[in-house]
């Protein structure tokens, strides 16, 4: 495990570069208006994306991981489900599209032909599937088939981002979106393209959709809990996005989307430790490995502090210089939301400690907790402050939840807290000895 973590965080740090590549070259071939039409869309597919998926690579992950010499189950319920999206899905974006109230609060003005609806398809199918293949690989800590493919997205993105940045003098500037759109598209695709070819040669099993209720039961169940949280959870990711747009327009958004999409690289920082913690967390018996956890949530937390902090401090001068001049107003609601996302990744960890425990519920609750938060606190603070108020109550909501989710350690796991957080001596002595090792 501790191989597999290391080399995972270290696969982070070309595809944090390359991600943060792509972003920086699309906000400037976009400009502010540009990048808050992108952020609408984009805030869109993931809301449809989350509705759909029915949290199920959660579930895929945790069965495979419990039995993984029998597939049929985790891959049959998600076949069902990824076919019954490719055809439910087409009515959902045609009943949206038909309200002019839906397609007002959803998507761009003027950019509401068909086109932009089948990005939304295409990006949510092709999601899906890919999820759902992570899932599965996970399950089968497969975790340099997915370090590869971490490196392979961000790779086929800042190539394409890149190359139409250096083609950009040839599109008017409403063209711009749309030739944006059409390389997310094309990223996606190849995307789904090496996915499907790596499941064909290292899993085998034949995708059959499975229809029997005894079968799919199970799987759903323990998905449901997490996917009711995830749901509410949409609300303190998301929330703030529609409610800036209606309050402060298009181009505040597109200024506070930079803001947002810039302090949301630090989520790639929990996502190694995330990733292989997972299936050794749900295929143990007991608790032989809570010491081993603790350990990479004090390293998950250090690391997030750390960066955050050097985040905060270049952030006056490195935001203009990369996003241009117009971006100056995304460096104040940069800084109030990396506390926000200090403990939101902090949450992340820990939250898996709540589902092995057996109280997944209490991770709904929390995330209820802080969706009440952000609502109030959008609708109360963004009209008055704009998108420094968003990003004041996106940090309290993180904060939040983060309670929520220690308290019911403590006091409903029993397991203390004061070892959770920062780095002990002996950390860095054991990352040294595993470092010589390999």
């Given at each position: 495990m501790k191989r597999g973590i290391i080399y995972t965080f270290l696969t982070q740090v070309p595809t944090l570069l390359l991600y943060f590549v792509s972003s920086t070259v699309m906000t400037r071939m976009l400009g502010d208006v540009g990048r808050g039409e992108y952020a609408l869309l984009n805030s869109q597919v993931v809301l449809l994306s989350l509705l759909m998926s029915l949290n199920l690579g959660l579930g895929i992950t945790y069965f495979t991981a419990k039995a993984p010499d029998d597939l049929r189950r985790s891959i049959g319920t998600a076949s069902t489900l990824l076919l019954l999206t490719v055809l439910v899905l087409p009515l959902i974006l045609w009943g949206l599209s038909a309200s002019s109230r839906m397609t007002a609060l959803l998507m761009p003005d003027h950019r509401i032909s068909w086109t932009y609806w089948a990005f939304v398809y295409i990006s949510i199918v092709s999601g899906l599937l890919n999820a759902a293949i992570a899932a599965v690989m996970l399950g089968l800590k497969k975790f340099r088939i997915l370090n590869g493919m971490a490196i392979l997205n961000a790779t086929l993105s800042a190539i394409g981002f890149l190359g139409l940045f250096l083609l950009r003098d040839h599109f008017d500037v409403g063209d711009m979106l749309p030739a944006v759109l059409i390389v997310t598209v094309l990223?996606?695709?190849?995307?789904?393209?090496?996915?499907?070819?790596?499941?064909?040669?290292h899993v085998k099993q034949i995708p059959l959709p499975i229809w029997s209720w005894v079968?799919?039961?199970?799987?759903?169940a323990f998905s449901l809990a997490g996917y009711f949280s995830n749901l509410i959870n949409l609300v303190n990711y998301r929330f703030d996005v529609w409610v800036v747009d209606q309050y402060h327009g298009v181009a505040a958004l597109g200024i506070y989307a930079v803001a947002v999409g810039t302090g949301q690289l630090l989520f790639y920082v929990p996502d190694p430790f995330s990733r292989v913690v997972?299936?050794?967390l749900f295929g143990q018996v007991n608790d032989e490995m809570l010491s081993r956890f603790k350990a990479v949530a004090r390293l998950n937390f250090t690391s997030l502090l750390g960066l955050g902090l050097i985040m905060g401090i270049l952030a006056p001068w490195v935001i203009p210089l990369l996003f241009g001049d117009v971006f100056k107003g995304s460096v104040l609601p940069l800084q109030l939301l990396l506390p926000g996302i200090l403990f939101s990744g902090a949450t992340k960890i820990l939250a898996q400690l709540v589902v092995h425990k057996?109280?997944?519920?209490?991770n709904l609750l929390a995330t209820?907790?802080?969706?009440?938060?952000?609502?109030?606190?959008d609708l109360l603070l963004i009209p008055v402050w704009g998108i420094e108020g968003a990003a004041v109550a996106s940090t309290i909501s993180y904060l939040v939840i983060l309670v929520v989710v220690l308290l019911v350690i403590r006091y409903r796991?029993?397991?203390?807290?004061?070892?959770m957080f920062l780095l002990r001596i002996s950390d860095y002595q054991l990352l040294r000895q595993q470092l010589k090792w390999n």
């Open positions: 990223v996606i695709l190849v995307q789904s393209t090496v996915w499907s070819i790596l499941y064909s040669i079968i799919i039961r199970p799987l759903l997972q299936p050794y057996g109280h997944q519920y209490f209820a907790v802080g969706a009440a938060f952000t609502i109030a606190l796991g029993g397991i203390p807290l004061h070892d």
